[in-house]
């Protein structure tokens, strides 16, 4: 059993994965604290000093100045500043993932045409497919013209 779970463990595709995991964790955190430290700060100021992370509403009926004020007393809040940041921060990783993505494929669409569709020709009588150098056509006996 140990040897068939080594075995799993090292095809490459399990690898492959395990690397993606670790840099995908890795990149989200990189993103999270873009949208946190670099994008978020000039969008409140420019919304008139509004700090998304501080926004919240107090379900318990007291009086805070602040979310972590709330926090403290264990009120119950409703924290859609820290949800509008981790959207934001969801939005900003797929669409880098889409990109990442998009240009993968691009990469590999880069297919040659088959060299047997460039090398036939249709019959002009039975419309069969055959050769481009055919002066006879195999389907239908029909002589054809030199091209």
Do not use: W
């Amino acid at each position: 059993m140990l040897k068939e779970f080594k075995e799993f463990a090292m095809r490459g595709n399990v690898l492959d994965m395990a690397v993606g995991i670790i840099v995908g964790g890795a990149f989200g955190k990189i993103v999270s604290s873009f949208v946190a430290d670099i994008l978020m700060p000039p969008l409140g100021l420019a919304l008139g000093r509004v700090d998304f992370g501080s926004l919240f509403l107090n379900l318990s009926g007291g009086a805070y100045a602040s979310l972590e004020e709330a926090k403290k007393a264990g009120a119950a809040t409703l924290n859609y500043g820290v949800f509008i940041n981790t959207v934001l921060d969801f939005l900003i990783v797929a669409f880098a993932v889409f990109l990442l993505i998009r240009q993968v494929n691009r990469l590999k669409k880069t297919e040659p045409k088959p060299v047997a569709a460039l090398a036939t020709k249709d019959c002009i009588y039975c419309f069969s497919s055959i050769p481009i150098k055919a002066t006879r056509c195999p389907h239908c006996t029909s002589e054809l013209r030199a091209a």
